[in-house]
């Protein structure tokens, strides 16, 4: 049998090439990321945004799909640039017997091991949680799937789309007389991804209570349904059932998108009742505040069309500048209807830097969204893009102590 000790030397002292840079709240804490697409794979984009040493592990004939989704440059998947930011990456076949003892070694020096496998994989693969927690008693696990470890569908094939459709999100999407209509984007997705990563903290921070890690089990189908708020309230207790309203809403009015006089598209809401008197009274209808029915958001809800009709015949009136100028003058909330262009490009963006430039060897510099909010004491930031397919495999192994001839013999067997 072969004796893994045998290939172990003493880690080297300096920091191996790739390593984290030092600082960020999170620092100290290491992260095994074997998820793909995109729940799992972006909640420890967002630990590794803040200091945690993200490990990416990918199978080493079949990488992270995300390499190649969307458009890419020089052969270069740009989304991968983004979701494997401030990872190093290795690869290893878990499913071999030399990629399950190197897994576990590195289990042992992890504090969350984060994977999207469907239920069962791993415990195939005898790397399910008995296994990690008796390799590491602390280690947190968690566990990202479509319908979560348990239940009918536990086992079916999960993506954000079939939970954007399941929650209830698709169908009060859209046109009243048109299809229920999904998000061209990961919406559910990444609503799943921030909270795995609250959860990873809130598992981290029992561990510091009690010592021991645990499992989260998160299904990409129930982020969603809270986020869409008193559904599930409203139908228990009223047997009220949300429709399509499309950018009308049945809590207040008005508010919809409107067409300036330019052709630009800009967006009005008046959730609060002031402010809905004081659009009306910019626009020239400050009778209509006098209605009974405009004083409550659902009195002037029912009446949006005598609301919509005002609020959009001004505004066709005036080039969108002028609209932003007077609302702002009016001290009411409107916004540019943008694309990526104008988001670019806005005063507002550049001012946060929430789109920021990032240098990478192999693209040069590169722009991309900015970590996700500002600590004033402990700030994070982006230390690399996301890096070539297994480009710290020999550092990371290195660190766990691997010589370079088992590292070989590894790579022979097929396991990295």
């Known amino acids: 049998m072969h004796d893994p000790d045998a290939d ?7 920091v191996p090439a790739g390593a984290p840079a030092a600082g960020g709240p999170l620092a100290g804490l290491r992260v095994l990321d074997l998820a793909t697409l995109f729940a799992g794979p972006l909640a420890a984009t967002m630990l590794g945004d803040f200091g945690a ?8 004939g079949k990488p992270d799909p995300s390499r ?10 740009l989304w991968w640039k983004l979701l494997g930011r401030n990872k190093r990456t290795i690869t290893l076949d878990l499913s071999t017997p030399g990629g399950r003892e190197t897994f576990l070694r590195l289990a042992a020096t992890a504090d969350v091991v984060v994977e999207n496998f469907r239920p069962g994989t ?30 009918p569908y536990c086992h079916r094939p999960g993506f954000g789309t079939l939970a954007e459709a399941m929650s209830g999100f698709a169908a009060i999407t859209g046109e009243p007389d048109g299809p229920p209509t999904l998000p ?10 921030l909270a795995t990563a609250y959860a990873v903290m809130t598992a981290l921070t ?23 708020g008193p559904q599930p309230i409203w139908y228990d207790q009223l047997g009220y059932v949300q429709p399509r309203t499309g950018n009308r809403s049945r809590n207040n009015a008005p508010r919809n998108t409107y067409r300036a006089a330019d052709g630009a598209w800009l967006a009005v809401s008046t959730s609060a009742q002031s402010v809905a ?43 969108r500048d002028e609209v932003i100028a007077a609302f702002d003058k009016a001290e ?15 005063p507002q963006y550049r001012a946060l830097d929430s789109v920021t430039e990032v240098p990478d060897p192999e693209l040069g510099p590169i722009r991309m969204q900015n970590i996700l909010f500002r600590l004033s004491e402990t700030p994070g930031g982006i230390r690399w893009a996301g890096r070539p397919h297994g480009a710290d495999t020999d550092a990371v192994l290195g660190e766990l102590g691997l010589t370079p001839a088992r590292i070989a013999a590894l790579r022979g067997e097929g396991a990295l």
């Open 68 to 77: 190649g989704h969307g458009p890419g440059k020089n052969g270069v998947g």
């Open 184 to 193: 061209p984007f990961g919406l559910a997705d990444s609503i799943a991804a």
């Open 332 to 346: 009411a909330a409107v916004a540019p209807v943008y694309d990526v262009r104008d988001v670019m490009e806005d």
């Open 277 to 319: 008197e004081r659009v009306m009274r910019l626009v020239g209808r400050p009778e209509l505040t006098s209605e009974p029915w405009f004083a409550s958001g659902s009195g002037r809800a029912e009446h949006a069309d005598v609301l919509d009709e005002a609020v959009g015949a001004w505004i066709a009136r005036h080039t």
């Open 206 to 228: 029992a561990r510091a209570a009690n010592g021991r890690g645990q499992v989260v089990d998160m299904a990409i189908i129930e982020p969603i349904l809270t986020v869409l």
């Open 53 to 60: 040493d993200v490990i990416k592990v990918e199978h080493p």
């Open 8 to 14: 172990v030397v003493t880690a080297r002292q300096s």
């Open 122 to 151: 791993l415990e195939r693969w005898q790397l399910g949680w008995e296994e990690l927690s008796a390799a590491n008693p602390r280690v947190v696990l968690a566990r990202v799937t479509g319908f979560g470890q348990f239940g």
